[in-house]
Structures are given as structure tokens and as C-alpha cells.
């Protein structure tokens, strides 16, 4: 480790002590944007990250030692560890309100926030001025579901250390939960002051922008939704790497039609932790446009998800000599129906040999080649899944057996919790509201 290097690691650890969080992150930045592999670093900045400060003042009866033990592990996301560790500390230290604070980041972590909102109450009542308990409090009512509570919790923290960039755009962050969209964004333009240059900001202005233009259409006649695009492109300039800018980047894009971007840019997909699928791995190269022979494509993601791109089926059909499809198998038997007689379909969990296929592409990437623009959709905007005929037809009967002349069936649920995913689903009771008569059946 080089001279400087050692002193700007020294520099770090002074600002964290004296709690100048903000000018600690940014040498720990500077130091990996040079020496990314910098183990010292990379732990400094995990540490600083996960809302903990493991310095202790002079009067701490807590070995130094213990609980930099404590802090490692939560860093390490090893919260159970932590919990587990932390008993005979806390047993022997009851009144270390740093270690409590370190056990209310885990169990907050761990998504048992009751309990971390009372270990954070009792670090409280021993340290009453602490900006950073405080801080975490807010996240944990935030979590819960308890947007106001954090709130106050947050102005709290900022009354104690008003320095604190990352207070600000947690407080942004609850204030999305309440709809409020533009004082978000305030708190947002306030943490950007005190910490110029945090890609987790701007792409925090760019989500608040884009829910306040799902809640108001009004919004994307007029093009303001470019400015949510233009902080995403923010945050990606100071953090390439920057996963949720860029896939929240491309959906924003297809869904302003601009599909020339959004194609390419939802490629990124795969970089998402929480995507709720892994991509084939296969020496075989990926298909691309113009390439014939035999080709293997492969759902993703969701069943949903599965249904709505399998409508590029018989375009990747038409542009090959020879396809085989991996789908989920509860979709095998109306793809089959649906498609013609000479693609081979086989379930998403059956091995197909390499020397089955000359090249291999993800159901999610079709769109990339086939669909360049809002005119390219009208293919497959007719349908393009058939019903059981025979099936169709028993049901019919007995469904309409009470005199209905008309039967509506409704059969959609969406488990994912992200936003987007949430927005698919509707009440069918209310759906069934106003369609109810003597001629209508609603299923």
C-alpha cells in the first residue's frame, strides 16, 4: 500500500470519528475509483454504507475490538450472526448504545422491525442527541410501512448532524411513499448540495419523477418524463455500474415508445439481482437477426412475463430453419395449440443438448429484433393464443347453464412486489361492478 493511500485510509477513519460521513465516503471513493481492489477501502465503505459507525469515544466501556467484530459481520451481511454475537455483549454492556445500534441494523436488515424499533428506542434513552440512531429509526418505521414516523425521526437526525447528505434522501425516500413528489425531489436537491455527485440520488430523482408522471398522464404529454431519463443518465455517468439506473432507465424509454433505446437498454436486465430468472449459459453463440439454422429461445422471468413475449414466437419462427421453444409446462399445452406443428417445445427445466441448436437467445431479447416500433406490435395485437375448443365449449355450457347469455372470465393475480408488477393487478370485485346482470355471468 502506497504512502498516500495509507494516509487518505487515516483521513477516512478521522472523518468517521468526528461523524463527517459525507467527506469519509468520498476519499473512500476516490481511493477505489484507483485501487478498486483495495481491501481496506472496499471495508471502510461497506461499513460506512450499511448505516453503522463503529468509532467509539474515549468513555466507551466496549472493547474497540468487539464490536468492529459486530460491525464486520453486518458489513458481511451475516446478520443472524450479529444477533447471535451480540447477547453476552449486550448482556455484559447493557448500556453500549452502539452496540444496540448495530443490532437494530440487523434486525432491521432481517425485516423484524418491531424489534429493532424498540433496540433503537433503548440506544435513544442512553444517547438522546444520536443523529445516526436516529437515522435508522427512520429507516426502519419507513420499512414498516410508517412513512410519517420516519419522517420525524429523519428531522430529528438532521437537527443533531444537519451535514448528513444521507438523512436527506431517506427523508426523500418517505416522502415518495406519500406521494409527495416534489418535496422528495427538495431533499433530494438538498443531499446533491451536500454531497455533490451521489449516483444513488439522482437515480432516487429519476424514480420520484417517474411515479409522479405514473400518477399524472398529464405528465408524459408533455415530456417531462425526459427529466427522470436525464437523471438516470446522471447517476450512470458517475456510476457505470449503477444496475437500477439503467433498467429503470430502459423501462422508462419503452414505455415513452422510444424503442430504439429501450431494446438495447433493457439488455441490462440481466444484471438485476432481484430478476426472477438466471440466463442459459451455453457455448453456443446468441442468436442475432439474419443468422438461420436451428435456434433454442427460452422463457424468463415470470409465467406473465412468458405469455406476453411468446407473442415473438412466430416472428423468431419465420426467421429460422428450425426452433425449439423452453417454456414454463403449465404453458406447453397452449403454445403447442397456438403455433405451428413444426417447433419443438420441451419445459423450462429439460437439459437440450448443444448440438441441438446453432445459436440460443432469452424469450426477453425478441423485441430487440423485432420490434423497432409502435407499428410492429399490430402483429400480434389480434392474439395469438388459442383456447382448448372442445374444453372451451363443455365449459360454456355449464357455465351458462343459469340463462346467462354472456360469460366474462377474469384470472389474474401478480405476486411480484415490485412497482410496476403491482399496477397489473385489479380488483376483481370491482371489475365485476357494473358488468353484473340477468345476461351476464362474471367469473
Same mark, same amino acid.
Given at each position: 500500500?502506497?504512502?498516500?493511500?495509507?494516509?487518505?485510509?487515516?483521513?477516512?477513519?478521522?472523518?468517521?470519528?468526528?461523524?463527517?460521513?459525507?467527506?469519509?465516503?468520498?476519499?473512500?471513493?476516490?481511493?477505489?475509483?484507483?485501487?478498486?481492489?483495495?481491501?481496506?477501502?472496499?471495508?471502510?465503505?461497506?461499513?460506512?454504507?450499511?448505516?453503522?459507525?463503529?468509532?467509539?469515544?474515549?468513555?466507551?466501556?466496549?472493547?474497540?475490538?468487539?464490536?468492529?467484530?459486530?460491525?464486520?459481520?453486518?458489513?458481511?451481511?451475516?446478520?443472524?450472526?450479529?444477533?447471535?454475537?451480540?447477547?453476552?455483549?449486550?448482556?455484559?454492556?447493557?448500556?453500549?448504545?452502539?452496540?444496540?445500534?448495530?443490532?437494530?441494523?440487523?434486525?432491521?436488515?432481517?425485516?423484524?422491525?418491531?424489534?429493532?424499533?424498540?433496540?433503537?428506542? %433503548?440506544? #435513544?434513552? +442512553?444517547? =438522546?442527541?444520536? &443523529? *445516526?440512531? !436516529?437515522?435508522?429509526?427512520?429507516?426502519? /418505521?419507513?420499512? $414498516? @410501512?410508517?412513512?410519517?414516523?420516519?419522517?420525524?425521526?429523519?428531522?430529528?437526525?438532521?437537527?443533531?448532524?444537519?451535514?448528513?447528505?444521507?438523512?436527506?434522501?431517506?427523508?426523500?425516500?418517505?416522502?415518495?411513499?406519500?406521494?409527495?413528489?416534489?418535496?422528495?425531489?427538495?431533499?433530494?436537491? %438538498?443531499? #446533491?448540495? +451536500?454531497? =455533490?455527485?451521489? &449516483? *444513488?440520488? !439522482?437515480?432516487?430523482?429519476?424514480?420520484? /419523477?417517474?411515479? $409522479? @408522471?405514473?400518477?399524472?398522464?398529464?405528465?408524459?404529454?408533455?415530456?417531462?418524463?425526459?427529466?427522470?431519463?436525464?437523471?438516470?443518465?446522471?447517476?450512470?455517468?458517475?456510476?457505470?455500474?449503477?444496475?437500477?439506473?439503467?433498467?429503470?432507465?430502459?423501462?422508462?424509454?419503452?414505455?415513452?415508445?422510444?424503442?430504439?433505446?429501450?431494446? =438495447?437498454?433493457?439488455?441490462?436486465?440481466?444484471?438485476?439481482?432481484?430478476?426472477?430468472?438466471?440466463?442459459?449459459?451455453?457455448?453456443?453463440?446468441?442468436?442475432?437477426?439474419?443468422?438461420?439454422?436451428?435456434?433454442?429461445?427460452?422463457?424468463?422471468?415470470?409465467?406473465?412475463?412468458?405469455?406476453?413475449?411468446?407473442?415473438?414466437?412466430?416472428?423468431?419462427?419465420?426467421?429460422?430453419?428450425?426452433?425449439?421453444?423452453?417454456?414454463?409446462?403449465?404453458?406447453?399445452?397452449?403454445?403447442?395449440?397456438?403455433?405451428?406443428?413444426?417447433?419443438?417445445?420441451?419445459?423450462?427445466?429439460?437439459?437440450?443438448?448443444?448440438?441441438?441448436?446453432?445459436?440460443?437467445?432469452?424469450?426477453?431479447?425478441?423485441?430487440?429484433?423485432?420490434?423497432?416500433?409502435?407499428?410492429?406490435?399490430?402483429?400480434?395485437?389480434?392474439?395469438?393464443?388459442?383456447?382448448?375448443?372442445?374444453?372451451?365449449?363443455?365449459?360454456?355450457?355449464?357455465?351458462?347453464?343459469?340463462?346467462?347469455?354472456?360469460?366474462?372470465?377474469?384470472?389474474?393475480?401478480?405476486?411480484?412486489?415490485?412497482?410496476?408488477?403491482?399496477?397489473?393487478?385489479?380488483?376483481?370485485?370491482?371489475?365485476?361492478?357494473?358488468?353484473?346482470?340477468?345476461?351476464?355471468?362474471?367469473?
Amino acid at each position: 500500500m502506497t504512502s498516500s493511500v495509507h494516509k487518505s485510509l487515516s483521513k477516512a477513519e478521522k472523518h468517521l470519528k468526528s461523524g463527517n460521513l459525507a467527506a469519509a465516503e468520498v476519499i473512500y471513493q476516490q481511493i477505489l475509483a484507483k485501487f478498486p481492489k483495495n481491501a481496506k477501502a472496499i471495508q471502510g465503505y461497506q461499513r460506512l454504507k450499511s448505516g453503522i459507525n463503529p468509532q467509539i469515544s474515549s468513555n466507551e466501556e466496549v472493547p474497540k475490538e468487539k464490536l468492529l467484530d459486530l460491525v464486520n459481520l453486518c458489513t458481511m451481511k451475516k446478520y443472524a450472526e450479529v444477533l447471535s454475537e451480540s447477547e453476552e455483549i449486550i448482556k455484559r454492556y447493557p448500556k453500549s448504545h452502539r452496540v444496540l445500534n448495530v443490532v437494530g441494523v440487523a434486525n432491521s436488515a432481517l425485516g423484524k422491525y418491531e424489534i429493532a424499533i424498540d433496540i433503537y428506542l %433503548k440506544a #435513544l434513552k +442512553i444517547s =438522546p442527541e444520536n &443523529a *445516526e440512531v !436516529y437515522n435508522n429509526l427512520g429507516n426502519a /418505521l419507513r420499512r $414498516k @410501512g410508517d412513512p410519517d414516523a420516519a419522517i420525524e425521526n429523519y428531522q430529528k437526525a438532521m437537527k443533531f448532524q444537519p451535514s448528513n447528505a444521507v438523512t436527506y434522501n431517506n427523508l426523500g425516500l418517505a416522502l415518495v411513499d406519500k406521494k409527495q413528489f416534489d418535496a422528495a425531489v427538495k431533499y433530494y436537491m %438538498k443531499s #446533491l448540495k +451536500i454531497k =455533490p455527485g451521489c &449516483a *444513488e440520488t !439522482y437515480f432516487n430523482i429519476g424514480s420520484a /419523477l417517474v411515479e $409522479k @408522471g405514473d400518477l399524472d398522464p398529464a405528465l408524459r404529454a408533455k415530456g417531462e418524463l425526459r427529466a427522470a431519463i436525464k437523471s438516470y443518465d446522471r447517476a450512470i455517468e458517475i456510476n457505470p455500474k449503477h444496475v437500477g439506473a439503467r433498467y429503470n432507465k430502459s423501462m422508462l424509454l419503452l414505455n415513452l415508445e422510444d424503442f430504439k433505446m429501450g431494446w =438495447p437498454a433493457y439488455e441490462y436486465r440481466w444484471k438485476k439481482s432481484k430478476l426472477d430468472s438466471v440466463p442459459v449459459i451455453s457455448n453456443r453463440p446468441k442468436w442475432r437477426l439474419g443468422d438461420r439454422g436451428k435456434v433454442l429461445v427460452w422463457g424468463e422471468q415470470g409465467i406473465g412475463d412468458e405469455i406476453m413475449f411468446s407473442s415473438l414466437i412466430p416472428d423468431l419462427h419465420k426467421a429460422c430453419s428450425q426452433l425449439i421453444v423452453k417454456a414454463d409446462k403449465r404453458l406447453i399445452p397452449i403454445l403447442r395449440r397456438s403455433f405451428p406443428k413444426d417447433i419443438a417445445f420441451c419445459e423450462s427445466d429439460t437439459s437440450v443438448s448443444e448440438g441441438d441448436y446453432d445459436a440460443h437467445i432469452a424469450m426477453g431479447s425478441l423485441p430487440l429484433h423485432f420490434r423497432p416500433n409502435i407499428e410492429s406490435f399490430k402483429t400480434a395485437a389480434q392474439g395469438y393464443l388459442s383456447a382448448d375448443g372442445k374444453r372451451a365449449a363443455v365449459l360454456r355450457d355449464r357455465l351458462l347453464s343459469d340463462g346467462s347469455e354472456i360469460l366474462i372470465g377474469l384470472s389474474w393475480h401478480s405476486t411480484s412486489k415490485i412497482r410496476v408488477a403491482q399496477k397489473r393487478t385489479i380488483s376483481l370485485l370491482t371489475s365485476k361492478d357494473g358488468l353484473d346482470s340477468h345476461q351476464i355471468r362474471v367469473l
